[in-house]
Nanobody
Framework: QVQLVESGGGLVQAGGSLRLSCAAS????????MGWFRQAPGKEREFVAG????????YYTNSVKGRFTISRDNAKNTVYLQMNSLKPDDTALYYCAASSAAYLSTTTVSYNYWGQGTQVTVSS
């Protein structure tokens, strides 16, 4: 069992930056691939970024490549999402999720545990 708690969301102007954190409970955090997803009002939840259990493998959706960076600290049971050059289209509820799949997945069904989400709002 893994419990996830996101933090770091807020209101920021376009072009600004935010750093999201996701703190995980449990001693098996390092066994999970981790992902960040987001969901805007009226839209489906979409994959943003993922990182392998050891931290050496990362993947991003095209719209955030070069602007967002995912990282993890297994000693602190925490995964991060550094978001730079934010755009109004990045406005959404951001979720962190843990996956026990053998590969780094971009689909929601591959993730076993989810946080409650943290709101990111980017004003123009």
């Amino acid at each position: 069992q893994v419990q996830l708690v996101e933090s770091g969301g807020g209101l920021v102007q376009a072009g600004g930056s935010l750093r999201l954190s996701c703190a995980a409970s449990g001693r098996t955090f390092s066994r999970y691939n981790m992902g960040w997803f987001r969901q805007a009002p009226g839209k489906e939840r979409e994959f943003v970024a993922g990182i392998g259990w050891a931290g050496g493998n990362t993947y991003y959706t095209n719209s955030v490549k070069g602007r967002f960076t995912i990282s993890r600290d297994n000693a602190k049971n925490t995964v991060y999402l550094q978001m730079n050059s934010l755009k109004p289209d990045d406005t959404a509820l951001y979720y962190c999720a843990a996956s026990s799949a053998a590969y780094l997945s971009t689909t929601t069904v591959s993730y076993n545990y989810w946080g409650q989400g943290t709101q990111v709002t980017v004003s123009s």
